[in-house]
């Protein structure tokens, strides 16, 4: 294998999003917003000698018509995104391939294009042409929840009412990228790995989510609590198809090529896309992670292939 040539260190491309509960809803999906806490969020971008970055989609043939810099600030990353989305807010949505998106709920699946937070970035070279994701973090302070009625929790404790649980909300989190190899979408997924507080959903199979703890009754976490609310559970939780994760990128996964360019101002060019949800199918994924601040992190190299 080639070595790597030249380094693009989003460091620290950090999100900081402070879920918070809108209303009284007590069942296991929600609506969360972090339009009002965005200010925290720390994002400088930086990559060494012979490449540069810029936020956004150009328009086709005019890609050297983006800012293009060295270093992307917080502010710049803060702008990018009250300017897409304004009233940013998280919605329960679940997806195979982190591009077709749905919102789960009681009857149906509904397609849905928000919910989730998507950031493009492009990247540019004179000798770099392939991305690799070499370091990921999603985190966030393990805190007590108290219990608001009897369920088996995510990893299998029963607890009953009144009892204090110790959550980590960014185990609900899931990151997708999105780029282009040897002219095929390429989608890598990450979930936290398995830990005292997550069990890894991880996708690629079908997976039955209905009778976890008992008959009809939901598996251990999110469906059993949503079980104990209403007696009864969500729409298609016995058949469930999620985008397949890996919990470490220890193997530095390739994302996206730089393709040759005549438009860019360099001579190699390429996109990548970053997606942010709550996985509404997680085990996590329930009014216990309201009101916590959840961080993601994410680290790129170019190579030369």
């Known amino acids: 294998m080639n070595t790597i040539a030249r380094k693009l260190v989003l460091s620290v491309l950090t999100v900081v999003l402070t879920v918070i509960a809108l209303g009284t809803t007590t069942f296991a999906w929600f609506t969360l917003t ?15 000698t012979g490449i540069e970055m810029a936020l956004g989609v150009p328009v086709a043939g005019e890609e050297d018509q983006l800012d293009w810099l060295t270093v992307l600030t917080t502010e ?5 995104i009250f300017d897409t989305y304004g009233g940013f807010t998280f919605s329960h949505v679940t997806t195979e391939n982190a591009v077709d998106f749905f919102t789960l709920g009681t009857s149906s699946l509904t397609g849905t294009t928000t919910g989730y937070l998507s950031i493009p970035l492009n990247f ?62 390429n989608v890598v997924g990450y979930e936290n790995p398995a830990s005292t507080t997550n069990v890894v959903l991880g996708g690629g199979t079908t997976l039955d989510l209905s009778d976890g703890v008992a008959a009809g009754e939901g598996d251990a976490g999110a469906m059993n609590y949503y079980f104990a609310k209403t007696a009864t559970l969500p729409f298609g939780a ?39 949800w709550i996985e509404g199918w997680d085990a996590n994924a329930y009014n216990s992670i309201l009101s916590r601040a959840i961080t993601a992190s994410f680290q790129f190299t170019g190579t030369s292939i």
């Open 34 to 48: 972090n339009t009002s806490v965005v200010q925290p969020f720390t994002a400088d971008i930086t990559a060494d």
């Open 124 to 185: 540019r070279s004179n000798s770099a042409n392939q991305i690799l994701w070499t370091n990921v973090s999603l985190s966030s302070t393990e805190a007590p929840w108290q219990a608001d009625i009897a369920f088996t929790g995510a990893t299998g404790t029963a607890y009953n009412s009144g009892d204090s649980i110790n959550i980590n909300a960014a185990d609900s989190m899931r990151i997708g990228i999105i780029g282009t190899i040897s002219g095929s979408t």
């Open 76 to 80: 710049d990353v803060e702008q990018y």
């Open 238 to 276: 016995s058949a469930v198809d999620v985008l397949t994760t890996i919990t470490s990128v220890s193997t530095n996964p390739a994302v996206t090529d730089l393709a040759a360019s005549t438009t860019s101002g360099a001579a190699y060019y390429g996109t990548l896309i970053v997606r942010i």
